[in-house]
């Protein structure tokens, strides 16, 4: 079975900063979807950024990009210029691309973004 | 807009009582999901549905149960088997054809035992 683990519970930051959020995987599969969702303090799920990981290419979406490193299982989320709306809980996901598609959480981290 | 519609928002369960949470799509998705979101925890799969009429166990099943009747509609009923129900539950759908691009998930219903 994939597990999804994020090591930091918490962390925050200056507005404008730059902050980097840890995520790794286990699994034996070679093609594999990966996720972050944010999810705010009104508790919406909100699809943040994907990566299919059979692409080199670190995917990007504005300020957020990530740092996907297959050999070792890792998936960093980056985001840039960090702004008050970033402040949210962060959650890494996995999907195995086959069958019912579910979704595998990690245990989440709770940004804030200090003014 | 298309969407998925939890309701109710907030809801009272006294001991011994079962209740419905209600799931509702209009984005014409085949595969339907419900979660429950602990702090601490993520959130952990406890029933999902790929087809209309056909569903199957996540992680966490015991004392949930569902019915899927049409596609639109996956409600979850938490029973009184389940010794620890207070939690916030999200219900979410994906695309079966469009692998990979993740899910689409409601508003979520807070569940509380009193």
């Known amino acids: 079975a994939q597990t999804v683990t994020q090591s930091q519970p918490e962390m925050s930051v200056q507005e404008a900063e730059t902050v980097t959020l840890s995520c790794t995987y286990d699994?034996?599969?070679?093609?594999?979807?990966l996720f972050w969702y944010k999810q705010p303090p009104s508790r919406q799920m909100i699809l943040v950024i994907r990566?299919?990981?059979?692409?080199?290419q670190n995917a990007t979406e504005n300020r957020f990009s990530v740092n996907f490193q297959k050999a070792a299982k890792s998936f960093s989320l980056k985001i840039s210029d960090s702004q008050l709306g970033d402040t949210a809980m962060y959650f890494c996901?996995?999907?195995?691309?086959?069958?019912?598609?579910?979704?595998?959480f990690g245990q989440g981290t709770r940004l804030t973004i200090n003014p | 807009d298309g969407g998925i519609t939890q309701s109710p928002k907030y809801l009272f369960r006294k001991e011994g009582q079962n209740v419905t949470l209600s799931c509702e799509q209009n984005?014409?998705?085949?595969?339907m999901y419900w979660y429950r979101q602990d702090p601490g925890q993520g959130l952990r799969l406890i029933y999902y549905?790929?087809?209309?009429?056909?569903?199957q166990k996540g992680d966490i099943a015991e004392g949930y149960s569902v019915s899927r009747e049409k596609k639109e509609s996956f409600p979850l009923t938490v029973t009184s088997a389940q010794k620890n129900p207070t939690a916030f539950y999200l219900c979410?759908?994906?695309?079966?054809?469009?692998?990979?691009?993740?899910?689409?998930f409601g508003s979520g219903t807070r569940l509380t035992v009193v």
């Open positions: 979410a759908s994906s695309r079966d054809r469009a692998l990979g691009y993740g899910y689409t």
């Open positions: 699994t034996s599969e070679n093609n594999y979807y």
């Open positions: 990566q299919e990981a059979y692409k080199q």
């Open positions: 996901a996995f999907m195995k691309p086959q069958g019912a598609q579910k979704l595998v």
């Open positions: 984005l014409n998705h085949d595969a």
């Open positions: 549905s790929q087809i209309v009429n056909d569903f």
